[in-house]
């Protein structure tokens, strides 16, 4: 879906790439570092790093679950064939019994199925209409709050098929999740459902902010121990689009791959949810002011920037970082490599 509005910024972020372009090193610690300048193949792919259906099946929030759901983000940037391949191929198989990809109006996401889980997975950003330059627009009321106009149209762009296909999936266990503004649309999803197919789970990454108003309390009475929200360091993306708000649970990684904040999750993993279900709602890093966004657009607006580049490479420009350093932490691959290094604890 392409939004214009009268601002004079051309950008496009690129979709992660399966091989890694991220250099990674390893602490001491097992955490994940990251080097600037520096390629190395160790950080975790789609092919390299384990996908775990059987984490999905379990009432209990882990890190496993947390890496299976960035990779399934990371899969929604694939083409239809690739999507399914993963999902249901006779080698290499992720283990699900179908799957669906769905792309209407520049909206893309996928469903996969299995006799106890329904997944949905939502895309980030790919083309050239990048929300980023269109991302302060006015909200939308709904029943549950003021909506981010976009991205509560983004959805509603392929509702009609994801009923189609989530249709009849009875008791199964619904599960949504999206990088960037896959996230975003992942977050409405579970907003305009939670009535007649409310979400079991709700896990993104790097995702903007969505929603005003009475937005956040509806969120919190109806997801306070279902959503998960992770952000990476400094990323950018979190602290957009100015005026709007976060919902769910924040684990917010530093640059060392240790969570901030002072949160701390126990080695046992079936303590992982116990360990937050009383805190309440993390706001997390401050909102861009609208000069701070304007400026923001201005330096990106610098450069023209090709699709065909990954998200590292095209925000992370030398005039963006000059501003906003934090654009590169906006990469799915490092939120990919601190989940994983928790995962192997």
């Known amino acids: 879906m392409?939004?214009?509005?009268?601002?004079?910024?051309?950008?496009?972020?690129?979709?992660?790439v399966l091989s890694s372009q991220v250099g990674v090193v390893r602490s001491s610690h097992g955490t994940a570092g990251l080097q600037e300048?520096?390629?190395?193949?160790?950080?975790?792919?789609?092919?390299?790093?384990?996908f775990h259906l059987d984490s999905l099946s379990n009432?209990?929030?882990?890190?496993?679950?947390?890496l299976s759901l960035a990779l399934a983000s990371k899969l929604a940037y694939e083409s239809d064939q690739s999507v399914k391949s993963t999902c249901l191929g006779s080698t290499r198989s992720w283990g699900f019994g179908s799957c669906e990809f769905i792309d209407v109006d520049d909206t893309q996401c996928f469903v996969a199925l299995t006799p106890e889980i329904a997944l949905v997975s939502f895309r980030g950003t790919e083309s050239r209409g990048d929300w980023l330059r269109n991302i302060n627009v006015p909200g939308r009321t709904r029943n549950y709050g003021v909506a981010h106009r976009g991205f509560l149209g983004g959805f509603q762009a392929v509702e009609s098929r994801l009923r189609s296909?989530?249709?009849?999936?009875?008791?199964?266990?619904l599960i949504l999740t999206g990088h960037s503004l896959g996230g975003a649309l992942a977050t409405v999803m579970a907003a305009e459902w939670q009535e007649f197919m409310p979400a079991s789970w709700v896990v993104t990454f790097g995702q903007p902010a969505v929603g005003r108003g009475s937005f956040r309390m509806f969120f919190m009475q109806h997801y306070s121990r279902k959503f998960f929200r992770f952000v990476n360091d400094?990323?950018?993306?979190?602290?957009?689009?100015?005026?709007?708000?976060?919902?769910?649970?924040?684990?917010?990684?530093?640059?060392?791959g240790l969570l901030k904040n002072g949160q701390s999750l126990p080695l046992i993993?079936?303590?992982?949810?116990?360990?937050?279900?009383?805190?309440?709602?993390?706001?997390?890093?401050?909102?861009?002011?609208?000069?701070?966004?304007?400026?923001?657009?201005?330096?990106?607006?610098?450069?023209?920037?090709?699709?065909?580049?990954p998200l590292t490479e095209s925000l992370a420009r030398p005039q963006t970082e000059g501003l906003f350093p934090s654009v590169r932490d906006h990469s799915l691959d490092r939120y990919i490599d601190k989940i994983a290094a928790k995962s192997e604890l």
Not at 165 to 173: E, H, M, T, V
Not at 275 to 297: H, K, R, V
């Open 2 to 16: 392409l939004w214009k509005f009268p601002i004079r910024v051309t950008v496009s972020v690129g979709s992660p």
């Open 37 to 50: 300048g520096h390629i190395t193949s160790s950080a975790p792919t789609i092919d390299t790093a384990p």
């Open 59 to 66: 009432s209990t929030f882990t890190w496993k679950a947390a």
């Open 165 to 173: 296909a989530l249709s009849g999936i009875g008791g199964r266990k």
């Open 234 to 256: 400094d990323d950018v993306v979190p602290r957009v689009p100015p005026g709007y708000e976060h919902v769910g649970r924040l684990l917010h990684f530093d640059a060392q």
């Open 269 to 309: 993993e079936q303590a992982f949810v116990e360990s937050i279900s009383n805190e309440a709602f993390e706001p997390g890093p401050a909102m861009l002011t609208y000069a701070e966004y304007q400026a923001l657009q201005s330096q990106i607006g610098q450069e023209v920037v090709s699709v065909n580049r």
